[in-house]
Antibody, heavy 122, light 109 residues
Framework: EVQLVQSGAEVKKPGESLKISCKGS????????IGWVRQMPGKGLEWMGI????????RYSPSFQGQVTISADKSISTAYLQWSSLKASDTAMYYC???????????????WGKGTTVTVSS | DIQMTQSPSSLSASVGDRVTITCRAS??????LNWYQQKPGKAPKLLIY???SLHSGVPSRFSGSGSGTDFTLTISSLQPEDFATYYC???????????FGQGTKLEIK
């Protein structure tokens, strides 16, 4: 079964660092891009960025560039999203998702993790 | 950046109704448009990709159409399990910055 398993919920204080994970299984992890999506409480989906685990090529949404770091360790089929200094406004659900491909150039997010809740509060 | 605008933001309908949700892109995106369904407390699920292709396992009452800047998601006969929030997403951008619409919440009338 193709799946993405995300790490558990986190509760942090402002200024702390955090790294959450997304482990792929059931497919060739290095052959598919992994995207990250934020959903703030009661709000919609926001595209954060995407990484290709095969060579760690990473692209960020301008809104998130410099705010987070996306990385991957292909040896353990895991992608990461990290913060060096959390803010209260980082409180949200974070999803990872696999980018699928149709007909050479049509892309979509076909497999999703269950999400990691991050709560930042003093 | 390509902006995606959905309408309506919310919609009340009854079981058995035919429902249409609209998504408009700020520039032409050809057919690079996907639709997702999200239920409370759950991850989004892919319904439609490439504007009109039904994802594996998705019931045939869901359909998508459109190209260029205007797209629609239609549910032909609403079922109780269809009450959820629906998002469109463009996958035209390169480098990949696949923006979502703001969502349409479909509620029971």
């Amino acid at each position: 079964e193709v799946q993405l398993v995300q790490s558990g919920a986190e509760v942090k204080k402002p200024g702390e660092s955090l790294k959450i994970s997304c482990k792929g299984s059931g497919y060739s992890f290095t052959s598919y891009w992994i995207g990250w999506v934020r959903q703030m409480p009661g709000k919609g989906l926001e595209w954060m960025g995407i990484i290709y685990p095969g060579d760690s090529d990473t692209r960020y949404s301008p809104s998130f560039q410099g705010q987070v770091t996306i990385s991957a360790d292909k040896s353990i089929s895991t992608a990461y999203l990290q913060w060096s200094s959390l803010k209260a406004s980082d409180t949200a659900m974070y999803y990872c998702a696999r980018r699928g491909l149709y007909n050479w150039n049509y892309y979509y997010m076909d497999v999703w993790g269950k999400g990691t809740t991050v709560t930042v509060s003093s | 950046d390509i902006q995606m605008t959905q309408s309506p933001s919310s919609l009340s309908a009854s079981v058995g109704d035919r429902v249409t949700i609209t998504c408009r892109a700020s520039q032409s995106i050809s057919s690079y448009l996907n639709w997702y369904q999200q239920k409370p407390g759950k991850a989004p699920k892919l319904l439609i990709y490439a504007a009109s292709s039904l994802h594996s396992g998705v019931p045939s009452r869901f359909s998508g159409s459109g190209s260029g800047t205007d797209f629609t998601l239609t549910i032909s006969s609403l079922q109780p399990e269809d009450f959820a929030t629906y998002y469109c997403q463009q996958s035209y951008s390169s480098p990949p910055m696949y923006t979502f619409g703001q969502g349409t919440k479909l509620e029971i009338k």
